[in-house]
Nanobody
């Protein structure tokens, strides 16, 4: 099992920044992709950004140029730097890690609220 601990959510005003962190522990061998998803009220969960163990990244079109994902492989931690936040970025943000075995794990989520 992999345990994921997320932090960094909160309430900010439009245009401000937040940094989310997600630290993995437990049976972490085989983790190759780490990422963030979000789910707004009444909407489906969607990919925000992901990063593989070799540094390849993927972003949702809605966050390109504003969000940056990074990871510290030694600490098995993934970060999401969110700049120029918009009210439509308001959502629960979930950390996700995927193993080469095909198993993936989810964090409990951290709430990001952006006021206009």
């Amino acid at each position: 099992q992999v345990q994921l601990v997320e932090s960094g959510g909160g309430l900010v005003q439009a245009g401000e920044s937040l940094r989310l962190s997600c630290a993995a522990s437990g049976s972490t061998s085989g983790i190759y992709r780490m990422g963030w998803y979000r789910q707004a009220p009444g909407k489906q969960r969607e990919l925000v950004a992901s990063i593989t163990s070799n540094g390849s990244t993927r972003y949702a079109d809605s966050v390109k140029g504003r969000f940056t994902i990074s990871r510290d492989n030694a600490k098995i931690t993934v970060y999401l730097e969110m700049n120029s936040l918009k009210p439509e970025d308001t959502a629960d943000y979930y950390c996700n890690v995927a193993k080469t075995s095909g198993t993936d794990y989810w964090g409990k989520g951290t709430l990001v609220t952006v006021s206009s």
